[in-house]
């Protein structure tokens, strides 16, 4: 019987735009009728999937920035993993020596010292009134000393625009490896990007957490994402799906492989719950 289903939202929940399907509206339609608990779990800023859960309808619990922040009721910070301040100045120092574009996050806000529009696009809000974003932006020739400053700590930190670069996505991996090793937890939700976020957080760590407040077992939890970011999750739940557009290390750890996110793949899997639960 499942009770609790996680969500990733980029290529997943979203489509190639950005933008929330209808599919999406009413696949999490059908899960609050059924009264199966959905989580949203995505390496967004916490604000950001607070902004999705009011376009599907919902609240309840949240997994922010691959698992380093927990919201039990998707309005107040339950728990959050940040990553050291001292490892943080370290990967800035790194950015800045090889010239690798980054921002990162607390809780709430978007840091960078260089704003390129094109990597916060899927963060747009059409609106005529009042800020066009789903985070505040702030923008700094040092950002992470004017963070610190500020008495904030970091939950994840971001390399895009990887492909880019003379220096493939693998060198970079390697040379933070090197630098890092163990410290600190990398992975992905696309290609030309690289997130790292405290060691001891992932999707699937932090869902675990809300879990066992809730008295939900693993075998209780379904789980669907598109990225390797969301391996962790998928792997871990008791019924793991992929969409269609995932990649290839995902679909090999998933139970069940759906359409896609430009097609019907969230009401594939929601379906696929629903029936599993009545020959329960």
């Not at 010292?113 to 009134?129: A, T, V």
């Not at 895009?160 to 390697?174: H, P, T």
């Not at 790292?196 to 699937?204: F, L, Q, S, V």
């Not at 760590?205 to 008295?215: D, K, P, R, V």
């Amino acid at each position: 019987m499942i009770k609790l289903f996680a969500f990733d939202i980029d290529g997943t929940l979203l489509d190639n735009k950005s933008l929330l399907t209808n599919a999406s509206k009413k696949a999490i339609g059908k899960l609050q009728e059924a009264g199966i608990k959905v989580v949203l779990a995505s390496g967004r800023v916490f604000p950001s999937i607070q902004f999705h859960q009011k376009l599907l309808g919902i609240d309840g619990p949240i997994v922010a920035t691959n698992g380093s922040l927990i919201s039990l009721d998707g309005k107040e910070v339950y728990k959050s993993y940040h990553i050291d301040d001292d490892l943080l100045n370290s990967l800035y120092d790194f950015c800045l020596k090889h010239e690798l574009e980054f921002h990162f996050y607390d809780e709430e806000n978007y840091y960078t010292n260089r704003l390129n529009l094109d990597r916060i696009k899927h963060l747009f809000i059409n609106n005529d009134y009042g800020m066009n974003y789903q985070v505040d932006l702030i923008i700094k020739k040092d950002p992470v000393s004017y963070m610190i400053n500020n008495s904030k700590k970091a939950v994840k930190f971001q390399i895009s625009g990887i492909d880019e670069k003379e220096i493939s996505k693998q060198e970079i991996l390697s040379l933070l490896k090197q630098e890092f090793g163990d410290k600190l937890y990398m992975t992905a939700s696309g290609d030309s990007i690289i997130e790292i976020g405290n060691k001891d957080a992932t999707k699937w760590s932090s869902i675990e957490e809300i879990c066992q407040l809730l008295g939900i077992y693993q075998s209780e939890v379904a789980a669907i994402g598109d990225a390797y970011n969301d391996i962790p999750m998928v792997k871990g739940a008791g019924l793991g799906f992929a969409m269609g557009n995932a990649k290839d290390d995902l679909k090999k750890v998933a139970d069940v492989v759906v359409a896609d996110n430009e097609s019907n793949g969230i009401l594939e899997a929601v379906n696929y719950v629903l029936e599993a639960n009545k020959n329960v």
